[in-house]
């Protein structure tokens, strides 16, 4: 069986379907995140960055998940009236981590993915990586609020 972008482990928990990649460029990871957002509404990223190639990517997905159905505008408001690019970078409220929002609305990294073509998709995670330390973990939730946010390990 022939196995795309490195793939290293495919495990099934219930629904939520878990897929590993050892190692994978920007431009992989953006299409790959296009293939699933046609599939499912849910899905979340988890990758390191290490020098200039991503590390131990992680996808999940789950169909049957519950997503909001706005977009929450408020809780970054006052970042988003700032943004003039297309992404915008800012501390958390408890200062562990940093965050990227882009500046344009967007629910989920799914929702991200459907609305914004390839290019600007390649620009966010460009600014994304940038924003990033050498050996960062960088991931998304999205499930507490309903704004795209990617988190910043430090």
């Known amino acids: ?3 795309t972008y490195k793939e290293q482990v495919i495990s099934f928990v219930g629904f939520l379907v878990n897929v590993i990649y050892i190692q994978m460029n920007i431009c992989e990871v953006v299409d790959l995140l296009n293939i699933k957002a046609k599939k499912y509404k849910y899905i979340k990223i988890y990758f390191q960055k290490r020098g200039s190639k991503l590390r131990n990517v992680l996808i999940s997905t789950h169909p049957g998940l519950k ?3 706005r977009v929450d505008k408020k809780t970054f408001k006052k970042f988003i009236t ?4 297309l992404a915008i970078s800012f501390m958390s409220l408890s200062r562990r981590n940093k965050l990227v929002i882009p500046c344009k609305p967007a ?3 799914g929702d991200f993915t459907r609305k914004y073509p390839k290019t600007e998709q390649l620009k966010f995670w460009e ?3 940038k924003c990033a330390p050498k050996n960062a973990t960088i991931y998304t939730d999205g499930l507490d609020v309903a704004y795209l946010h ?4 430090r």
């Open 127 to 129: 600014k994304v990586l």
């Open 150 to 153: 990617i988190k910043i390990a």
């Open 82 to 85: 700032n943004c003039k690019d």
């Open 67 to 69: 997503v909001h159905k």
């Open 1 to 3: 069986m022939k196995k």
């Open 107 to 109: 629910r989920d990294i």
